[in-house]
């Protein structure tokens, strides 16, 4: 099998299962226990601590261990919404964030807090100047994220942090996509809240991290143990904790040269397909954008059609929308980024990863154009003739 899907989750590193098995096994300990089995966990999570602080710029005492990045954002979207609404209830966000930040902010508006999602135009990058025009004497939250998971489009996220330093306003940042694939530090980039999650760079599922700038007070949004500060309270995941600390180790001695290596083969697969295919494009900025990201646009079909045909070619890829049993919606990223309903509908993301060759990618640029030319000569919507193709609003109904 290709899989080139890594922005929805990628493979557990075979060093991060090896540094993982010890603690599923022998040392199985409860780190928040006295004895020496527990006292053994307790100095493999705090050493993980470390190795994660490591990668963004942090000190560990600034990182709580968390069960993910949809976690993470909640417990630092809410902490400081509710933390801070005496002295204003405005948080300004981007239209394009991942559901974890969407579906906490609409979380708080039915709360009374009000939320502007800001635009992103066509190239999916926020502007800093719409940024400035909303900030409010209201407003207590700015949540942006770095890189988008479905157009990999890297936002300005040092000058977002400038602006909110200047105004005053806590800083949150989903940086979900970027940690471990481009370089992240929390001081150069000026953010006070930031998440992360294991399973996006090459570590083990549910588990994650929240970086908390000191002297930032969150209010707790779940309740427990006490473990992580108040704030993610159960028993700790050691051995993901530990897998994820290997994978961010791994990935901070090899940042340079894999950032080469995926620009590099994303390039190539970009300009192979987009050369062999007449109206196709590519959805979000050329260069801003996540060196493993690639999300083309095909007139005339749907997403989901070349799916299944790539998978049968035992290619995984995904699409920027999800057919949900009965109604297709389209993504809000695409629409975002001015696509129309149809268009939004006919988007192929590719996301590469480490164990991805130059061999694979000339198989799928191989493989991609007869299954565009296939879908389209079945397509209602696709007229090859006047090359203009109709909207007839084709609705998803299987
Ligand atoms: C995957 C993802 C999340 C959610 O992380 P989980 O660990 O799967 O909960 C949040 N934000 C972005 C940008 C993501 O890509």
Partial sequence: MIYMD???????????????????????????????????AKVAMENARKSVAK??????????????????????IQGIAYKLQSKGKHIITSSIEHPAVIETCKGLEKKGFKVTYLPVYENGIVKVSDLEKAITDETILITIMHANNEIGTIQPIAEIGEVAKEHKIK???????????????????NIDL????????????????????????LEPILYGGGQENNLSPGTENIPGIVGFAKACQIAETELESN????????????????????????????????????NFRFTGIEGESIILMLDGKGIAGSTGSACSSKKLTASHVLKAIGLEDADSHGSLRLTLGLENTEEEVDTVIKEIAPIVER??????????????WKDNTKKCDF
């Fill in 6 to 40: 890594h922005s929805a989750t990628s493979p557990v590193r075979k060093e991060v299962y090896e540094a993982m098995e010890p603690y599923l096994k022998e040392s199985f300990g409860n780190a928040s226990t006295f004895y020496s089995l527990g006292r053994e």
């Fill in 55 to 76: 990668l963004i710029g942090a000190y560990p005492e600034e990182i709580i261990f968390t069960s993910g990045g949809t976690e993470s954002d909640n417990i630092a």
């Fill in 171 to 189: 800083f949150h940042c989903d940086a979900v996509q970027s940690v471990g694939k481009i370089p992240v530090d929390v001081n150069e980039l």
């Fill in 194 to 217: 930031l998440s992360i999650s294991a399973h996006k760079l090459y570590g083990p599922k549910g588990v994650g991290a929240l970086y908390i700038r000191k002297r930032t007070r």
């Fill in 259 to 294: 950032v080469a290596y995926l620009t590099r083969l994303r390039d190539k697969l970009i300009n192979g397909v987009l050369n062999n295919i007449e109206k196709s494009y590519l959805n979000g900025d050329r260069e801003k954008r996540l060196p493993g990201n690639i």
């Fill in 375 to 388: 879908l389209r000569s079945m397509s209602p919507i696709w007229n090859k003739d006047d090359s203009l």
